[in-house]
């Protein structure tokens, strides 16, 4: 199964101020034990600058779970985002695309959710598709994105955003569907 799991977040200096949190949320989202996800995507989605920072796990390299070395492809990727290039790859499996948030909605197929306080049950996620996307406010007020959301058919997935780092939030999303598919089985 497909995954993407977007990060909401306002503008890139709120990355470059949590670079720490976001090697941490990269190390959540996409390692494993001794290898990468190869089935899932990571996206920070830059609402102000409307640039996707895209991590994909079937072709990053060279990623380790230290903080330091996320740094220097961090860095470089927040580069990428400053030289206000349509789309560049500044390391491999990573891509920065220049694109608005309703671009990247109308591109999500298959389950659709949302975290928010009020919601579905997580443990009852759909997987019958071939893919799912989960959409997490990182610093962005979700009633800002909700109406484009809804109209694209996303459902709220209720995890409690105030208890809980963006970097826990990943881990807890991917860790549920994993659980799910280990029961489906």
């Known amino acids: 199964m497909r995954r993407n799991i977007v990060i909401l977040v306002t503008n890139l200096e709120k990355l470059i101020l949590n670079e720490s949190l976001v090697a941490r949320t ?6 494993i034990s001794h290898d990468i996800r190869r ?20 072709s990053l ?20 985002i400053r030289s ?10 990573v891509i920065v695309l220049k694109r608005g948030f309703n671009d990247l909605v109308k591109e ?9 306080n009020t919601g579905e049950d997580p443990l009852k996620i759909d997987l019958a598709a071939e893919s ?3 959409f997490i406010p990182m610093d962005v007020d979700c009633s800002i994105v909700q109406k484009s959301l809804r109209e694209a058919i996303f459902k709220p997935l209720k995890i409690p955003l105030a208890k809980f780092t963006i970097d ?10 994993d659980w799910r598919l280990q029961k489906l089985g």
């Open 26 to 31: 990269i190390v959540g989202g996409l390692l």
């Open 108 to 116: 999500c197929h298959g389950a659709k959710y949302w975290v928010a």
């Open 84 to 93: 206000s290039r349509h789309k560049s790859s500044p390391h491999t499996g």
């Open 132 to 134: 799912i996307n989960v």
């Open 168 to 177: 826990q939030i990943v881990a807890v999303v991917q860790f549920l569907i």
């Open 61 to 80: 390299r060279r990623i380790y779970p230290d903080e330091s070395s996320l740094g220097g492809v961090l860095r470089k990727t927040f580069r990428a």
């Open 39 to 58: 089935d899932t995507c990571l996206i920070f989605h830059l609402m102000n600058e409307e640039y996707s920072m895209i991590f994909r796990g079937a």
